[in-house]
Structures are given as C-alpha cells and as structure tokens.
C-alpha cells in the first residue's frame, strides 16, 4: 500500500530533550516536506527536499533540522525542543517535476500526507 | 510577501445546498494552486489547477481558476454531511519549489 508513516504519533517531552520524528514513504517521490499545523495559523512548511541531499528551509524553519540521506526517509530534529514547538506536524512526499523538461505536468503539490505527530513540549 | 488568503473562513449549511469556497493569492512566480481536504486526520488531495478557466471536477466537487484575478473557487454541489471538514488551498511556487497554504475553510453541513 503506497503511503507515507510517520513515528512516534504522539510525543510528550521537556523542554531542551532532543528529539527526531521519522519520515519514510514507500512511493519512490522526489519531494518531501514536513509542516506544523497550529489552530488559526494552518499549515506552515518547515523545510522540503527536492531530492536526496537537497534540502531547503520552508516558512518557519527555526529550531528544526532536517536531512535526507536516502530517497525514502525525512526525519525531522528538534535539538532543544521549547514549548512553542508544540503542534501537530505532518510529513508529506510528492512525485517532484523535471526541471531541464520545464514544467511536464507532475507537480510537487499533489502531496500524500502521514498521519501526523501531535507534539507537546512542556 | 507570498500569502494565500481562504474565505470564508467558516460556513455552516444544511445538506444539500451547494457550497462556494474561495481561495487568493499573491505569489512570485506561480505554478499551481492546490485544494486539499482535510477532516480530522491528514489532508488528502482534491485538485491541481494551472490554468485559468478550465474547470477541474471530481463528483460534486469542482474549482476553477482565474491568473488575472489570482483567484480560486471550490464549489461543492448537494452538500452531505460527509463534505464537513476544512478545506485547504494551496499554491506552489516556481521560484523556490515551496508550497504555501491558506489557513483554511471549515465547512460544516448540518443534516
């Protein structure tokens, strides 16, 4: 079954404990990208990768780290997590697009989703 | 700054009326905008649009867009009440591959 999983679902830790979240979809995409999701402020990107060893920041990449060592896997750092982190984050892959072929109709935002990680950081 | 505004940003009707959802944007460099629905778990795709005036449709949903306004509707026709959920519009940036979301529509239909 194609999908993206994400581990743990759910997280409760203190402030300063490092802490990762995994990423791995079994679709071979190109692109992947992990978002928080906070009530009145939505979905906000935290960083992306266009491929593997190609990672870049997203609108709030603050206090995250990300890497992409091999296609499948996107594991999401938080080296000294601090309330303000708390939020429901979700992984999401894509197929990618072709840049030397311009635009050939595949698109990074025909995203499939994990089921999310509800994170509190106390 | 590129943003993605959704309105409204609630709306409650009764099952069966139809629905219009609407989604602007400013961004530099477009390339697609997306909907997404998302009830209470992960969002799941609905459309991708890069064209104006080409209407995408999938059932009782469809949307179209409009590049010179810079705007997007989602139309939902004889409403169930398993069309409640947020509904989440997108866009996808040419310049930087980053993908920006509006905060949202939730819709709820009342049987």
């Known amino acids: 079954e194609a999908q993206v999983t994400q581990n743990p679902r759910y997280l409760i830790t203190v402030t300063g404990k490092k802490l990762t979240v995994t990423c791995s979809q079994n679709?071979?995409?190109?692109?992947m990208s992990w978002y928080r999701q906070d009530p009145g402020l939505g979905l906000r990107q935290i960083y992306y990768s266009m491929n593997v060893e190609v990672t870049d920041k997203g609108d709030v990449p603050e206090g995250y780290k990300v890497s992409r060592k091999e296609k499948r896997n996107f594991p999401l750092i938080l080296e000294s997590p601090s309330p303000n982190q708390t939020s429901l984050y979700f992984c999401?892959?894509?197929?990618?697009?072709?840049?030397?072929?311009?635009?050939?109709?595949?698109?990074?935002?025909?995203?499939?989703f994990g089921p999310g990680t509800r994170l509190t950081v106390t | 700054e590129d943003k993605v505004v959704q309105s409204p940003l609630s709306l409650v009707v009764h099952e069966g009326d139809t629905v219009t959802l609407n989604c602007s944007y400013e961004v530099t460099n477009f390339r697609s905008l997306l909907w997404y629905k998302q009830e209470k778990k992960a969002p799941t795709f609905l459309f991708m649009l890069t064209s104006s005036g080409i209407e995408k449709k999938s059932g009782r949903l469809s949307s179209i867009l409009d590049k010179k306004e810079l705007f997007s509707i989602l139309n939902i026709t004889a409403t169930q009440t398993g069309d409640s959920a947020v509904y989440l519009c997108a866009v996808e940036t040419n310049r930087d591959d980053k993908i920006i979301f509006g905060k949202g529509t939730r819709l709820h239909i009342l049987p």
């Open positions: 999401a892959s894509s197929l990618g697009y072709d840049r030397d072929l311009s635009y050939s109709g595949t698109s990074i935002g025909e995203q499939y």
């Open positions: 679709m071979n995409h190109e692109y």
